[in-house]
């Protein structure tokens, strides 16, 4: 990106709008932004970048407060305490995902084995209830009751 790009096209850019993008400014998750002798902001490529790392920290459900924490620590500089602390915060963040990553997994491994238990009980219900063949039978005809197998697939 070789030109600034104005509050209203990096709201539009990263889906955040210009009321939060000044809050975040306001509070210290942004820098301040340059400005241009109007007092216009005008966000830089290293602004963007900055907002993208802070959009996937709260897409990932990181609070305010903690990115809060991070960004201070960022503006500390690379020195060693910033970046143990930015390091420890990350790490801590990553084991909350990680978390919450293999809880998701055993609830999809559940929703599938539900999926393979409905879908059999599906075709067992309709074994049971097909109509008769077209080879003359008739509707009387007696049929075999089905067989209850017991399911261990847990509560319907």
Known sequence: MTTALTISQVAQATGLSV???RYYERIGLIDSVARRNNGHRRYREQDLRWIEFLLRLRATGMPVRQMLRYARARAAGDVP???S???ALLEQ???VLLAEIES???TVAMLQGKVVFYTELEARLAA???PPSKQGKSSHAKRPLPTRTRSTQGSR
């Open 81 to 83: 305490g910033s970046v």
């Open 19 to 21: 009321h939060t993008l």
């Open 104 to 106: 998701l997994q055993e």
């Open 128 to 130: 049971r209830h097909d």
């Open 85 to 87: 602390q930015r390091k």
């Open 93 to 95: 963040h990553l084991q």
